[in-house]
């Protein structure tokens, strides 16, 4: 049996691109077979050595479907595969043939090909022609409509002893049969992308994400996986197959549902500084730069004090409210206030801080340690500022005032010192001491304490003072009279400025001719006339009298008198309330009467 080994390569492309491979194979050296080489595009040429030829032309076409084309060049079809036998009917008779076409099988690799029924589609048809003394035998193996790779393989073509055989391979282009539709998901699921294709190796797929390589993958499949997906795996991914025939393309997207977030946003919130009260503030919000590719539901406002004492509120608003006013703030309070957004995923991030200070509301009071006199004129006070929770602002300074519980001159006459009867002073905010000075002696003062503010004068606290006593000021209508030539009476009134309690009165007398004898007497407040006796006669006696009180003895008044001169007769002589000064002023003014008498007596007797 002579066999011809022949290996033909039948290419099947997409996008109409065509291409024919031929390799021969080892053929026995006596034989006459030609060389196999390709005669136009998309067909190739077989020719087997006598007695067994087969069709001289097998043609592909793009949508692999058959059809006949007798001897046609066309690239888009190709032709059924021939086997034929021709000589003498004396040498089929010698080959054993059966002209009746039973002895002629078809093979694919291996499997004969049934003459009825189908083999992967594969259809046999025999054609026995006769030509006078010449027998022409043919078997035609048919393509099935539909060429896919079950027609690859090894065929051969038995007819008696003969044998013919090549191979049929059809080339797949790349081509993706599943990639990962569209997805939707959140931050905390698993992204798994898988592109599976198939065609002829090598095979390659690429995954592009917004045309950028991500990975790639030499077999026919590939599978990427992103755990805990973010906004930076948010895009449109293609998966690309590729081998030497043909490109295959399908893309889809992901879509990651994160919460808002403020990042890149240029427009922080607005504070509308006028609508600031005592206890609230007014937001105008604005929506985040990125939504998470959800709508927004609803903000939360959250005003954090700068100081612990403030009550730290939030307001949570719907999503198209944007105008948020925050209350049950602290008054006169430093906040910093951010807010957040948040859709069906959860909550953004903090905006960006904004700073405000509520409006001042007046403070409450501060608290009293001490207020006590520390002189006659000067009080002391000490205090501690309100609690920080009830300053209600920052404290400015701390305004005191000072009111005698007189109300005018005569109930608190004043001669002598500052004696103001009321009076306002300013004391640092920092200060926690004062010493009120310039007060009135031993009189009842009223202190009035306030904290102040932007808002103004807080709410007051008080308290009452005495101030020390002083020494009492001098006596009043001090009077003296002789009654006789070893008497003399005096009668007084009190201070009109006593500075104090009176407790009694010290009276000093001593004859003015002498002074080695002196006479003292005390009184008790209530006496207010003593009458001195065993006085000498026709002496003049000088008297002080002095008030007293805690503070210590107060200032002297001083009055004269004689006694009366037994030799002469003379009405009473009452020198009454003379002070010293009208006393020396009387005296001097009768020298001076004298001399201006005498002047005249001169005068006179120096005209006559």
Request: proline letters at 6%; hydrophobic letters at 35%.
């Given at each position: 049996?002579?066999?011809?080994?022949?290996?033909?390569i039948?290419?099947?492309?997409?996008?109409?691109?065509?291409?024919?491979?031929?390799?021969?194979?080892?053929?026995?050296?006596?034989?006459?077979?030609?060389?196999?080489?390709?005669?136009a595009?998309?067909?190739?040429?077989?020719?087997?050595?006598?007695?067994?030829?087969?069709?001289?032309?097998?043609?592909?076409r793009?949508?692999?479907?058959?059809?006949?084309?007798?001897?046609s060049?066309?690239?888009?079809?190709f032709?059924?595969?021939?086997?034929?036998?021709?000589?003498?009917?004396?040498?089929?008779?010698?080959?054993?043939?059966?002209?009746?076409?039973?002895?002629?099988?078809?093979?694919?690799?291996?499997?004969?090909?049934?003459?009825?029924?189908?083999?992967?589609?594969?259809?046999?048809?025999?054609?026995?022609?006769?030509?006078?003394?010449?027998?022409?035998?043919?078997?035609?193996?048919?393509?099935?409509?539909?060429?896919?790779?079950?027609?690859?393989?090894?065929?051969?073509?038995?007819?008696?002893?003969?044998?013919?055989?090549?191979?049929?391979?059809?080339?797949?282009?790349?081509?993706?049969?599943?990639?990962?539709?569209?997805?939707?998901?959140?931050r905390?699921?698993?992204?798994?992308?898988?592109?599976?294709?198939?065609?002829?190796?090598?095979?390659?797929?690429?995954?592009?994400?917004?045309?950028?390589?991500?990975?790639?993958?030499?077999?026919?499949?590939?599978?990427?996986?992103?755990?805990?997906?973010?906004?930076?795996?948010?895009?449109?991914?293609?998966?690309?197959?590729?081998?030497?025939?043909?490109?295959?393309?399908?893309?889809?997207?992901?879509?990651?549902?994160?919460?808002?977030?403020?990042?890149?946003?240029?427009?922080?919130?607005?504070?509308?500084?006028?609508?600031?009260?005592?206890?609230?503030?007014?937001?105008?919000?604005?929506?985040p730069?990125?939504?998470?590719?959800?709508?927004?539901?609803?903000?939360?406002?959250?005003?954090?004090?700068?100081?612990?004492?403030?009550?730290?509120?939030?307001?949570?608003?719907?999503?198209?409210?944007?105008?948020?006013?925050?209350?049950?703030?602290?008054?006169?309070?430093?906040?910093?206030?951010?807010?957040?957004?948040?859709?069906?995923?959860?909550?953004?991030?903090?905006?960006?801080?904004?700073?405000?200070?509520?409006?001042?509301?007046?403070?409450?009071?501060?608290?009293?340690?001490?207020?006590?006199?520390?002189?006659?004129?000067?009080?002391?006070?000490?205090?501690?500022?309100?609690?920080?929770?009830?300053?209600?602002?920052?404290?400015?300074?701390?305004?005191?005032?000072?009111?005698?519980?007189?109300?005018?001159a005569?109930?608190?006459?004043?001669t002598?010192?500052?004696?103001?009867?009321?009076?306002?002073?300013?004391?640092?905010?920092?200060?926690?001491?004062v010493?009120?000075?310039?007060?009135?002696?031993?009189?009842?003062?009223?202190?009035?304490?306030?904290?102040?503010?932007?808002?103004?004068?807080?709410?007051?606290?008080m308290?009452?003072?005495?101030?020390?006593?002083?020494?009492?000021?001098?006596?009043?209508?001090?009077?003296?009279?002789?009654?006789?030539?070893?008497?003399?009476?005096?009668?007084?009134?009190?201070?009109?400025?006593?500075?104090?309690?009176?407790?009694?009165?010290?009276?000093?007398?001593?004859?003015?001719?002498?002074?080695?004898?002196?006479?003292?007497?005390?009184?008790?407040?209530?006496?207010?006339?003593?009458?001195?006796?065993e006085?000498k006669?026709?002496?003049?006696?000088?008297?002080?009298?002095?008030?007293?009180?805690?503070?210590?003895?107060?200032?002297?008044?001083?009055?004269?008198?004689?006694?009366?001169?037994?030799?002469?007769?003379?009405?009473?002589?009452?020198?009454?309330?003379?002070?010293?000064?009208?006393?020396?002023?009387?005296?001097?003014?009768?020298a001076?009467?004298?001399?201006?008498?005498?002047?005249?007596?001169?005068?006179?007797?120096?005209?006559?």
């Open positions: 049996m002579k066999m011809v080994k022949l290996r033909c039948i290419v099947v492309l997409g996008g109409g691109v065509i291409a024919a491979a031929v390799a021969a194979g080892a053929v026995d050296a006596t034989s006459s077979v030609p060389n196999i080489s390709p005669t595009e998309g067909t190739f040429t077989i020719c087997l050595d006598s007695p067994l030829k087969t069709t001289p032309k097998l043609r592909i793009p949508d692999q479907r058959r059809a006949v084309l007798a001897n060049n066309s690239n888009t079809t032709g059924d595969a021939r086997c034929t036998v021709s000589g003498l009917i004396t040498d089929f008779s010698a080959l054993g043939v059966n002209v009746s076409s039973s002895s002629t099988i078809w093979y694919q690799n291996g499997i004969p090909i049934p003459t009825t029924g189908a083999l992967n589609g594969l259809s046999i048809a025999n054609e026995p022609i006769s030509s006078k003394d010449e027998y022409i035998f043919r078997t035609v193996l048919s393509w099935p409509p539909v060429i896919t790779s079950a027609i690859s393989g090894n065929y051969s073509c038995r007819i008696g002893s003969d044998e013919a055989v090549f191979e049929v391979h059809v080339a797949v282009p790349a081509q993706i049969t599943y990639f990962t539709p569209s997805l939707n998901v959140t905390d699921s698993t992204i798994a992308l898988r592109c599976v294709a198939i065609g002829d190796v090598p095979l390659t797929i690429s995954l592009y994400k917004n045309g950028v390589i991500r990975h790639t993958e030499v077999g026919n499949n590939l599978t990427w996986v992103v755990q805990r997906p973010s906004r930076s795996d948010v895009g449109q991914y293609s998966c690309i197959a590729s081998n030497a025939f043909a490109n295959s393309t399908r893309t889809m997207t992901v879509t990651v549902f994160e919460p808002p977030s403020f990042n890149g946003s240029s427009t922080p919130p607005t504070l509308v500084q006028d609508s600031t009260t005592t206890s609230s503030v007014h937001f105008t919000l604005q929506p730069a990125d939504t998470g590719n959800l709508p927004v539901l609803q903000y939360d406002v959250n005003c954090t004090p700068t100081v612990a004492y403030a009550f730290a509120p939030s307001r949570v608003a719907e999503a198209a409210d944007l105008a948020v006013t925050v209350s049950r703030l602290h008054a006169g309070a430093r906040y910093s206030c951010v807010y957040r957004a948040m859709n069906a995923v959860g909550w953004s991030e903090p905006s960006s801080p904004v700073p405000i200070r509520l409006q001042d509301s007046v403070s409450a009071p501060p608290s009293i340690r001490s207020a006590r006199a520390e002189t006659a004129s000067s009080i002391s006070l000490s205090f501690d500022a309100p609690s920080a929770n009830s300053t209600n602002g920052d404290i400015k300074s701390y305004d005191l005032m000072h009111t005698a519980s007189c109300s005018s005569e109930e608190c006459p004043c002598g010192y500052d004696c103001s009867r009321s009076g306002r002073m300013s004391v640092p905010a920092t200060g926690t001491s010493v009120v000075p310039g007060l009135r002696y031993f009189t009842n003062y009223t202190l009035t304490l306030q904290a102040v503010n932007r808002a103004g004068d807080g709410d007051p606290v308290a009452s003072v005495r101030t020390l006593e002083h020494y009492p000021g001098p006596v009043q209508q001090l009077t003296l009279k002789v009654l006789s030539t070893s008497a003399i009476s005096l009668t007084w009134e009190p201070p009109s400025e006593p500075n104090g309690i009176v407790k009694n009165y010290l009276l000093y007398y001593w004859p003015m001719n002498s002074q080695l004898v002196h006479y003292s007497k005390e009184f008790n407040s209530g006496v207010h006339n003593y009458v001195a006796k006085l006669e026709n002496t003049e006696y000088s008297f002080n009298i002095s008030a007293v009180n805690s503070a210590g003895i107060g200032e002297e008044v001083r009055r004269t008198a004689r006694t009366e001169d037994s030799s002469s007769s003379r009405d009473d002589t009452i020198i009454s309330g003379l002070s010293d000064s009208a006393f020396i002023g009387i005296v001097t003014g009768a001076v009467l004298v001399v201006i008498v005498i002047i005249i007596i001169v005068v006179y007797r120096r005209r006559k």
